[in-house]
């Protein structure tokens, strides 16, 4: 996984078969890092924080606008990673973020038999450590990522999707 995370695409001509487990759960972006392709339709991001850092640079983003709806563009994002923990005092140590989930794209021509399961799960936060006077703060999770699947038709359809941000340290 890098720092902006990893997004797994897999296309197929034929039939597609999920039977075993795609895992890519804590694979999205690194702690303190933005998710990559994040998704977003608001103008100003006054006070607004993913990953522990402001985000003024908007080439990050992908905003539904009428040309990108009709030209059918396509964006998932990778999780963000949660923010660290603040250093209380000279003792102990603050948690860090957790990782966020990776994304995924599934193109398959035929038809999808989903019998398995798909994880795209953030990580949880790590605990700070007892310090002085001034207590250290644990990380916050890493939220969760996306997954994506395409397909012509769809067959027997029993499988496990999971997208959940990851706990914060307590």
């Given amino acids: 996984s890098s720092t902006v995370g990893t997004i797994l695409i ?4 034929g039939n597609c078969t999920i039977a075993g487990a795609i895992d890519l759960r804590g694979m999205g972006a ?5 998710g990559y392709n994040i998704l ?5 991001h ?3 924080y993913t990953g522990g850092t402001q985000l003024s640079n908007r080439t990050f983003y992908i905003t539904g606008d009428a040309s990108r709806i009709m030209n059918r563009v396509t964006a998932v994002a990778v999780g963000s ?3 660290s923990g603040q250093k209380g005092d000279a003792a102990g140590a603050a948690g860090i973020g957790g990782t966020g989930g990776g994304a995924l794209i599934i193109e398959c021509a035929g038809t999808l038999t989903f019998t398995g399961t798909v994880k795209v799960d953030g990580s949880a936060g790590g605990l700070a450590t007892s310090g002085g006077s001034v207590a250290n703060g644990s990380g916050g999770g890493g939220s969760a990522g996306m997954a994506l699947l395409l397909y012509n038709r769809l067959g027997t359809n029993t499988g496990t ?3 959940a941000g990851g706990i914060g340290g307590a």
């Fill in 81 to 83: 990673g949660g923010g």
């Fill in 10 to 13: 897999l296309k197929s001509q």
């Fill in 161 to 163: 999707f999971t997208a």
């Fill in 46 to 48: 006054t006070n607004s």
């Fill in 30 to 34: 690194a702690t303190d890092k933005n």
């Fill in 40 to 44: 977003d339709d608001l103008t100003t």
